[in-house]
């Protein structure tokens, strides 16, 4: 009788490798040239964070959320995988979140030098330095995986700019669903053997969490200090 130490992980891939890469390429292939303009939509954003106008930039990238959700989850890979149908959903509920921030909720309109310049590297390597993984090891462009188009980039930029958009109990809140997300794709990118480009994103998903850590950290020694002084 076999029992759950004789299963590994590529047994819970309902696909193979070459599967995947080629739902990446039907992506880009099916989407050229909404690469550029996502690609200009995600440093438009990085600008306006740069200007502190959190507001905008956080509404700015919901619809990148809901595109994806909807194209690349529920329209090809919940042809391989019976899950992505649901993971759509909380793709969607990314975009909800971040359109929550016309309200002011949870912004932070002056983040401090350390937090805006690890959330601004974050972003850009979701922006300029993913693009180039797939072309690199397939030699195909259109496995190229850009923010706003594909899942990857989209929850890495996202990482990047809450690092420098939120503050508070909502900077975590906003940050689950790009974290699991980026847990899993690695996880899946591991099992089948796709190494550099698993090992990328938990570099990024690690560095990220440590900014997260870090920025909490500092808003709460604010808070004990503005306490201790009144």
Known sequence: ?????SYSLQ???PFTADIYFRLLERMGETYWPLHLLMLILGLVTCWLAWKHRARLAAVLIAPAWGFVAYAFFMQLYAELNWAGGYIAYFFFTQAILLLMALTGIGLDSRPRK?????GIAIAFSGLLVMPFIGPLSSGSWFQAEVF???PDPTAVTTLGLVVLLFRGWYLWLIAIIPALWL????????ALEATPAAMVIFVLLGTAMMGLVCKS???????QDNTHDG
């Open 114 to 118: 350390g937090a805006f310049a690890l």
């Open 217 to 223: 950290f500092g808003y709460s020694l604010v808070t």
């Open 11 to 13: 047994d819970f891939i």
């Open 148 to 150: 706003g188009v594909h």
């Open 183 to 190: 847990l899993y794709s690695g996880l899946t990118l591991w």
């Open 1 to 5: 009788m076999s029992n759950g130490l």
